[in-house]
């Protein structure tokens, strides 16, 4: 399952991402989105997690926790691939 993890901190960085979901089971990917311009993050990343209980677990969790002093918000990712 795929996670969009939005309200990030400007300072969250892959592995900080990495290592909150990883107590909740195999993270098959982690990423904060930068900006392409500036280089500075966007706010938001995705995780892919091996398991879909576990990642279901992590959202329920996390869902009501601050990371570096922001609330996250997850939500299930969409592939808008066509």
């Known amino acids: 399952m795929k996670i969009h993890?939005?309200?990030l901190a400007l300072e969250t960085t892959t592995a900080d991402l990495r290592a909150v979901f990883?107590?909740?089971?195999?993270?098959?990917?982690?990423r904060v989105i930068y900006d392409r311009t500036t280089g500075r993050s966007r706010e938001f990343g995705f995780v892919e997690m091996v398991n879909h209980d576990e990642a279901a677990a992590a959202m329920i969790s996390?869902?009501?926790?601050e990371l570096q002093g922001r609330k996250l918000r997850l939500s299930e990712a969409v592939n808008n691939e066509k």
């Open 62 to 65: 996390l869902g009501q926790t």
């Open 22 to 30: 990883a107590s909740f089971g195999d993270v098959k990917s982690a």
């Open 5 to 7: 993890v939005a309200n």
